[in-house]
């Protein structure tokens, strides 16, 4: 079975912060490469104890109390095809508030994600890039429970589209989306937009992002009062979670240094100028990421494996063993041909065996004598007459 169908299942990583207002991806940039699998685990601690109100003033929380979370999300990227990759994650969270009758925690895997993202065009003054992805939750919010949240508990479908220019030392971005979410949640605008600097292995920049309420909760009015006195008991009263027609606007800083090779460390920091129903905390965050190029791998598997009688072949490629050379250019094409082999030399065949020396001097002697013979013969004959 070929790697690429063992890394199907997997799907890849679209990583999002608490805000879910940044699709975060293993990565700050997303690349396309076939065939690339790509690992990341990140870590992100938040910690409020105040809330933008519903007219964006800030309010400390009441009796000194205080939320903070700590999410691990774990995630696989892994590019499919050339513009495109699929990803998944898995969040692990925990959570702690406290509030003047309990402190009280929660640590659990409050959902997964799942979700692809493609290059739509390049080769322009910027790239574009869109994204879509799925949050499950694994954990539901119950009015009876006695925890701290560490989600909002419904599904969610994301839409993003992107462009960005990274061609030059200066980069920008900007990325804008929906987010729907069910149970009669109120629908989000996502939206961002950044600057860096891209400094050999090394990159910075800062960024706006948030998201808005578009569309209301179906708690809006009446029974808001019931949401707000449930955030009250089991949150600490922060509003991170659960709260009705939130919004928020970050400043953000962000880092991501090269390590080694296909190896990447990333850092942020965010904190909200603007908000309404939500928390006002600070956000720090990491992640690392560790890319595999799957493809490479199994070409070098399939040479090793190729047999002796294969070795003729011009390549494994099926690209480059279906190429045809174009000879209709008008080009006398036995200019390209090689010369011709050489004649191979005869051997011509011995009919009889070579005379030893000894057998050459018996051969001369006799022929000397024959004529000596000859010629005393002669001598005779003259005195004869």
């Known amino acids: ?14 990583l999002l912060d608490s805000t879910l207002s940044e699709a975060l991806s293993l990565t700050k940039f997303k690349d396309y490469h076939q065939g690339r699998l790509e690992f990341g685990a990140g870590f992100d601690y938040m910690s409020s104890t105040s809330n933008f109100d519903s007219s964006s003033a800030i309010r ?33 969270s925990t959570s702690q508030s406290k ?11 409050p959902e997964i994600h799942i979700g692809a993202d493609a290059l739509l065009s390049s080769g322009g003054i910027f790239n574009t890039i869109g994204e879509v992805g799925l949050i499950f939750p694994l954990e539901n919010i119950k009015m009876s429970q006695d925890s701290s949240l560490n989600t909002e508990g419904v599904p969610q479908v994301i839409g993003l589209l992107g462009i960005e220019n990274r061609k030059n030392k200066f980069i920008w971005y900007g990325q804008s989306g929906f987010n729907y979410r069910m149970e009669g949640r109120s629908g989000l605008l996502l939206y961002q937009l950044g600057a860096g600097m891209k400094l050999n292995r090394f990159s910075f920049g800062g960024e706006v992002g948030g998201f808005h309420s578009v569309m209301d909760d179906s708690d809006k009015g009446s029974a808001e009062t019931k949401r707000n006195a449930f955030i009250q008991r089991v949150n600490g009263g922060s509003n991170s979670f659960y709260s009705v027609n939130p919004a928020v606007a970050e400043f953000r800083l962000w880092s991501e240094h090269d390590l080694a090779g296909r190896i990447k460390l990333g850092f942020k920091i965010a904190y909200p100028f603007y908000g309404l129903s939500y928390s006002n905390g600070l956000t720090l965050g990491t992640v690392l990421s560790i890319a595999f190029d799957l493809t490479e791998t199994q ?59 000894r057998d050459v001097r018996t051969q001369l002697d006799d022929t000397e004598m024959s004529i000596q013979l000859k010629a005393a013969a002669k001598k005779k004959k003259k005195k004869r007459k």
């Open 1 to 14: 079975m070929r790697l690429r169908q063992l890394v199907l299942p997997l799907y890849v990583l679209l």
């Open 60 to 92: 400390n929380l009441t009796s000194g109390a205080s939320y903070q979370i700590i999410k691990t999300p774990l995630g696989l990227r892994y590019g499919y095809g050339e513009k495109w990759n699929l990803s998944s994650e898995l969040m692990i």
């Open 99 to 109: 509030n003047v009758d309990a402190t009280r925690n929660n640590s659990s895997i």
């Open 299 to 357: 070409k070098a598997i399939h040479r090793l494996s190729v047999p002796i009688n294969e070795g003729a072949r011009l390549s494994t490629d099926q690209k480059v063993e279906d190429f045809n050379e174009e000879v209709e250019d008008g080009v006398d094409q036995e200019m390209f041909q090689p010369p011709p082999p050489p004649p191979r030399p005869v051997r011509l065949k011995r009919s009889e065996p070579i005379p030893s020396s």
